[in-house]
């Protein structure tokens, strides 16, 4: 069934029709943390206003939910020297306090987080668009992912619990932090992938200045507090304002240890270039993705439909994990389009606490017309929308269009949509999609659909060597997050899982001694009577 504009645009809800439990009250953020104070702002303020439109008599109007502060240099070089204080050079209350107690820290901010946990997936579905099953899943999942990295970070510590002789040397190895860390997290998994870089720096003693992403502010804000009242003061300080007037000077102070974004690859290395000793910056990047579908000549069809249904479209192809160009040999290219055709009409849009809601609206006020754009390129050089009312939207509201056949040239082609917007590339040779990838600035994760074991395995041999995941009759996708996040090329720098995130936010480090008989009893009394933090033998149950 074709899709129009005006039945787009007729799924906005009046205010009386958007049951209670799911309206939102503005929320005029006018604080922010810095150095364990909750500090009252004064000055200017930016609107956020919602992906969701409302009907009115006047029409469709988008709907304000709320403010946040726009401070500027002076309150984030102020953040910066908190967290510098914090750490002190290492000698800080955060960075010498016990494993233990940084963990007791971090659970006693769990338990305030869910105290919030209503009013935060409330604003994710009014701030981003997500869906209300998205949106408590996203909460969920981020809290799961804290409990996953207190348990990785015990094993981590009891394995760290003993010393070793070697040739000789007593010693003992454990991970220590690395400093200040600026974190920045991106607007569509604006808690969980923030909180997968936040929540391992902090633990791991580090000390935090934290900016939210431009879409996606407002529900950090609940957190504040809990954060405030958790952690010694300066161990978390958050940053408001634009972007770039706030970050240059933080990177060009050279104050800043470690950079984690997740976002573009042009963002990063503009950043990095800005410090002074690169060198003694360390980067945890998660960036651009162009991840592709290979379906071949033998893929059980029907499976591979149902995979790339998912990962070119949950949560509106918003996901840099997104499968985002499909690849089809031309023997089964008709039979899989007619059937991507119609499962992708069969999607529902709507609003986000809907129930049936598949589609809801883009967070990005250029997107619509971005991916307008695209389209419109790729059928002047000879693709074709494949599904009726493919490409139709009405305000933020877009339709999912799936377009064919996309070729070298074209927009679709190479640049990352990052949208509901399904290129599909016949093949003949399966030279052509790994010559595709090989040629990619992007490196993150493929899909691969077959049956044939033998030739699966001819293709995952090089592919793995190309990107850091390759999913086998299934989509691109993060998860579990026990499992290395990671990417090649532009697509990331550093590795994100729960145990490989505390590695990346720490670094090894070893006290040694010569095995004599008076380093022997220095170190027993520094052991037994529990002198240090980092030489004892406690073991964390």
Sequence with gaps: MSTSSNQLAALF???????AEYNIQPLDQREYLINGEMRQWGGMTTDVVSPVYVQSEDGLKRKVIGSYPVTGETEAMEALDAAVKAYDNGRGEWPTMSVADRIACMERFVGRMLERKQQVVNLLMWEIGKTLGDSVKEFDRTVEYIYDTIGALKDLDRNSSRFRIEQGIIGQIRRSPLGVVLCMGPFNYPLNETYTTLIPAILMGNTILFKPPKHGTLLHYPMLEAFRECFPKGVVNTIYGRGATVVPALMQSGKIN???????SRVADQLKKMHPKVNRLK????????????????????????????????FNGQRCTAIKIVWVHRSVADQFLKRLAEEVNKLQPGMPWQKTSQITPLPEPQKPAYLTDCIRDAEAKGATVINEGGGTYAESLFFPAVVYPV????????????????????????DEPIDYIISSDHGQQVSLFGTDPDQLARLIDPLVNQVSRVNLNAQCQRGPDTFPFTGRKDSAEGTLSVEDALRSFSIRTVVATKDTPANKEILNEIVGEHKSEFLSTNFIF
């Excluded at 470690?258 to 573009?264: A, N, P």
């Excluded at 074209?410 to 016949?426: A, N, S, W």
């Design 13 to 19: 809800q009046s205010e009386s029709d958007i049951p």
């Design 407 to 430: 070729a070298e040239g074209m927009k679709l082609y190479r640049e990352e949509q990052f949208g509901p917007v399904i290129p599909v590339v016949p093949f003949d040779s399966i």
């Design 258 to 264: 470690v950079l984690t974004l997740i976002g573009s």
């Design 283 to 314: 980067a945890v990047l998660g960036l651009d993705a162009k991840n592709a579908a290979i379906i071949l000549e033998n893929a059980d069809l029907e499976l591979a439909l149902k995979e790339c249904m998912l990962g070119t479209l949950s």
